[in-house]
């Protein structure tokens, strides 16, 4: 079970809800992918313009919603950013994102601390977007954070864990503290190898959205979030240097056989 | 009257307080929620905040997200 804010779930797939091609492929891929998290955002509202069919199509979802300050470029856009969204979406919880480039949207920590620290005072529950550096991380606990957000590898871009060992220390170090890969995983089998490695948790979006069948891919990443926590339950086996064979070689024929 | 950003958009209003602009505006349903000079404004005190000229207000709705 997964556990964040006095909240546990089943899932331990998070689901972003931008770029389908149809609010009906967002409903499916929802079922589908078997999430109990999707990741929502502000934008700005048009003058008279009526409702949204999204926000109709919230109302119904039985998930936890996760409002995010995607393109915050500040400590205090992000909060004002996060303020707004606990009164429109009734929840405390906010997927804190500061930006400091706009080419690999990269976290911009030195704010995404100060934002945090803010937020945390003023209970909220932070999942923060971060990068895999130890100290920011160390950072972020020190000033309340419960959950870790690191990337993957830039948002959008697909290619998966581009820093695994980094990513492993932060599992062996922040023992205490949910750890979601957050951002640029593409395949499932980059969502199998964050769970295998210990992570408790994935966020992803494009990986799904994008895909050309949505809908079977949030079902394969369900299954590779499942498949991969299972593995990492069941104790995985260490790889080695040298080649050990499965089959004993005693009582194997022909052993000792001078060769003709 | 008065001219002031709504949205990053320079328009001219009578309103003198956020509860009359947004009224104003025709927002009327709770789908909204709203910050002046960068500041977020609960919706309980809409009433009591006033809009003077340039000031900048930023009403948002939800949306989808990643």
């Not at chain 1, 695994?164 to 205490?176: G, H, I, K, N, S």
């Not at chain 1, 299954?223 to 086996?237: D, I, M």
């Not at chain 2, 977020?40 to 000031?55: G, L, M, N, S, V």
């Amino acid at each position: 079970m997964l556990t964040i804010g006095g909240k546990t779930f089943d899932s331990r797939l998070l689901l972003g809800t931008a770029q389908y091609p149809a609010p009906s492929v967002l409903m499916q891929a929802i079922t589908q992918s078997q999430t109990q998290i999707i990741t929502v955002s502000l934008r700005r509202q048009m003058l008279q313009q009526q409702p949204s069919d999204f926000w109709q199509l919230l109302q119904g979802l039985p998930c936890q919603l996760l409002p995010n300050t995607a393109g915050c470029l500040s400590a205090q856009e992000a909060i004002t950013t996060a303020q707004m969204a606990r009164e429109l979406f009734d929840t405390n919880w906010i997927k804190l994102e500061v930006i400091g480039d706009d080419y690999s949207l990269q976290p911009n920590v030195f704010e995404l601390v100060k934002a945090a620290e803010v937020l945390v005072q003023d209970s909220f529950t932070v999942l923060p977007y971060c990068t895999e550096d130890l100290v920011v991380c160390q950072a972020l606990v020190d000033c309340g954070c419960s959950v870790l957000m690191p990337w993957g590898a830039p948002i959008g871009t697909g290619r998966g864990l581009q820093n695994p060992y980094a990513l492993a220390q932060l599992v062996d170090r922040f023992t205490d503290t949910i750890l979601i890969i957050d951002a640029g995983l593409g395949k499932p089998s980059h969502a199998a190898q964050a769970m295998e490695l210990g992570f408790d948790g994935v966020l992803l979006n494009t990986a799904v959205a994008g895909a050309i069948d949505p809908v079977r891919m949030a079902q394969a990443f369900a299954l590779a979030v499942q498949s991969g926590r299972l593995g990492y339950e069941a104790g995985l086996v260490a790889p080695s240097e040298q080649a050990r064979a499965s089959t004993p070689f005693i009582d194997k024929p022909f052993w000792h056989t001078q060769r003709m | 009257m008065i001219t002031m950003y709504l949205n990053g958009k320079m328009i001219t209003t009578h309103s003198t307080t956020l509860a009359a602009l947004v009224k104003q505006l025709g927002y009327r349903q709770a789908t909204f929620a709203a910050a002046v000079n960068e500041q977020f404004i609960p919706r309980e005190h809409y009433t009591q905040t006033p809009i003077k000229d340039q000031d900048r207000v930023e009403i948002v709705t939800a949306m989808q997200g990643g």
